[in-house]
């Protein structure tokens, strides 16, 4: 299918981008033929004024407006100064969205043709395969700002410069279009050109590339670990039911054996204590593995966690009377608020300060509660050995555990609890001066 146009007429759309010498601009389109008319008169007008012309579309795409331009007039010779990539190849679409990747494909492309004196009108379709929403809108937003300060550079180069950033307005998401409005000086649509009315040139809502990267890796990372814990609640099930069809078995004929044999000899009766300690111990862990299946926000009510820490703290203490290891709590608020399963949140912080007791023979274990905007941050400080490299990489992965008792699976519990009341777990540690996991729990806002 082609489309006309006719050279030299400009259309009302393009007059606010031909009036532009700097200009930064995302158009969001809703309609193909609009989108390949619009795509037309811009590189039209572009090969009129002898700008440097760089495009990155889908070959189809492309074909069209190279039609237009024949039927309008222009030659082979003159399209030829029409600089080609394959929008695929130039945002990685084989892969989830990289912004890292991208920028440099794109300098790669940019940069030979940024000479002084020239301006530089580039066109580019943003693609990217179907991933995770929560991973690409950070992803996609740092790829803008990345843009948007490379542009600020060629604008100290070439001192003119126009860019057009298109995406198919049915796969934004309000998040995303923000995201966009706030990395771009201008915003067309199909029908309108205007100013857009959040653009800011600091970057937002990032603070700077490497930590936009940083956040982009953990988001990453964050979709990673929660699709593993839901394969291995899924799993956990399978296990614990079946863990506990046997177990109920085997401890039915071994009551039935006990109460049936007599007396037993003293031996006998060791290695029959030693069978049910056993049993005890599988029972347990058929018990976690069931915890990390079953749902952890069964119970909702208002919990004033300033005070469910306290009684945690009260409960932990006694165990720690074998030890030389204080714990302290310390918070500025006497009432702070959440919502959830009060029994499930406690379970959290016993485990994350039963795995500090044990990771220390002395020292001090601090509780901090803070007030976080429209969070609850909870750190749990212990200054033991920290954690090393190699176990880091694997802790919280199903069955790793650093205790040669320990199944692995109480960080994971405690962690699909914090994830089920719309919070998260972080870990931050340093050999030799110990370790803190944070959780960040919204808070309940008082009437």
């Known amino acids: ?74 030659t082979e010779e003159q399209m030829d100064h029409i600089y080609f990539v394959d929008t695929d190849m130039a945002y990685e679409t084989h892969d989830n969205f990289n912004a890292e990747a991208v920028l440099k494909n794109l300098n790669d492309f940019f940069d030979p043709h940024i000479i002084e004196g020239n301006v530089l009108r580039g066109w580019g379709l943003v693609t990217w395969r179907p991933q995770n929403i929560k991973t690409l809108i950070p992803s ?43 990395t771009h000086e201008y915003h067309m649509t199909d029908t309108n050109f205007l100013p857009s009315h959040l653009y800011k040139k600091q970057p937002v809502p990032f603070t700077g590339i490497s930590t936009q990267l940083q956040l982009e890796n953990e988001l990453r990372s964050h979709d990673t670990r929660r699709d593993k814990l839901d394969i291995t609640g899924k799993l956990a099930s399978i296990i614990a039911h079946e863990l506990r069809s046997t177990l109920t078995v085997v401890q039915g004929r071994l009551q039935l054996f006990d109460l049936t044999s007599g007396g037993q000899n003293e031996a006998s009766q060791v290695h029959l204590d030693e069978i049910k300690k056993g049993l005890k111990e599988i029972e347990q862990t058929a018990s976690e593995f069931l915890s990390l299946a079953e749902s952890h926000v069964e119970d909702q009510k208002t919990i004033n966690i300033t005070t469910l820490i306290e009684q945690v703290k009260a409960q932990m203490e006694s165990d720690m009377e074998m030890k030389a290891i204080d714990i302290h709590m310390d918070s ?53 050995p920290g954690i090393p490299d190699e176990i880091l990489r694997q802790i919280g992965d199903p069955f790793m555990s650093s205790k040669e008792d320990g199944t692995g699976l109480g960080l994971l519990i405690s962690e699909k609890i914090v994830r089920e009341h719309n919070g998260s777990l972080l870990l931050q540690t340093q050999i030799g001066k110990g370790s803190t996991f944070t959780i960040h729990l919204p808070k309940l806002e008082q009437e």
Request: hydrophobic share 40%; aromatic share 8%.
């Open 140 to 182: 996609v937003a740092l790829h803008e700002q990345n843009f948007d300060d490379f542009f600020s550079r060629v604008a100290n180069i070439t001192k003119n410069y126009i860019n057009v950033c298109a995406y198919d307005s049915l796969s934004l998401s309000g998040s995303l279009l923000t995201e966009l409005l706030q």
């Open 1 to 74: 299918m082609t489309y006309s146009v006719h050279k030299n007429k400009e259309m009302e759309l393009t007059k606010g981008i031909e009036s532009l010498l700097v200009g930064h601009v995302v158009y969001t389109y809703t309609d193909r033929n609009k989108y390949i008319e619009h795509a037309t008169s811009y590189v039209a007008e572009g090969l009129d004024k002898n700008h440097i012309i760089l495009y990155v579309d889908q070959p189809t795409s492309f074909a069209a407006v190279k039609e237009n331009l024949r039927n309008a007039g222009y």
């Open 332 to 384: 500025g608020h006497n009432e702070m608020l959440i919502f959830g399963d009060a029994l499930k949140i406690r379970q959290v912080f016993i485990n994350l300060i039963k795995n500090a007791i044990e990771a220390m023979e002395t020292g001090t274990i601090i509780l901090r509660v803070k007030d976080d905007l429209d969070h609850v941050t909870i750190d749990v400080c212990d200054n033991g």
